[in-house]
Nanobody, 127 residues
Framework: VQLQASGGGLVQAGDSLRLSCAAS????????MGWFRQAPGKEREFVAAISWSASSTYLEDSVKGRFTITRDNAKNTLYLQMNSLKPEDTAVYYC?????????????????????WGQGTLVTVSS
């Protein structure tokens, strides 16, 4: 599956952005999906994940109450709604796809659990 992330940009603290990740190739609905981010000089970190059916979602603690992950399997698209953005949210955001495995619920936060990655979209939040 090929992934194309978009929607990043320069915003002020408190603003909102919605990232999209368009998938093509293999059936999008087969994959669990995740969002990760990488700030300059830091390691890639987990942000959010959603199961193939959207029955389960996971959020990193610092984004709970501000970010929402959703998917539209009919449109082959993953979303990340980001509200109340903070300067510390500044990073390149990547979407990733996981071929379903029995232990996904215990590995969703691990970048190594994902088989395919998009190219990333830059989010810059000014104070």
């Amino acid at each position: 599956v090929q992934l194309q992330a978009s929607g990043g940009g320069l915003v002020q603290a408190g603003d909102s952005l919605r990232l999209s990740c368009a998938a093509s190739g293999r059936a999008f609905s087969l994959f669990h999906m995740g969002w990760f981010r990488q700030a300059p000089g830091k390691e890639r970190e987990f942000v959010a994940a959603i199961s193939w059916s959207a029955s389960s979602t996971y959020l990193e603690d610092s984004v709970k109450g501000r970010f929402t992950i959703t998917r539209d399997n009919a449109k082959n698209t993953l979303y990340l709604q980001m509200n109340s953005l903070k300067p510390e949210d500044t990073a390149v955001y990547y979407c990733a796809a996981n071929l379903p495995s029995p232990n996904y619920s215990s590995r969703y936060y691990n970048p190594n659990a994902y088989n395919y990655w998009g190219q990333g979209t830059l989010v810059t939040v000014s104070s």
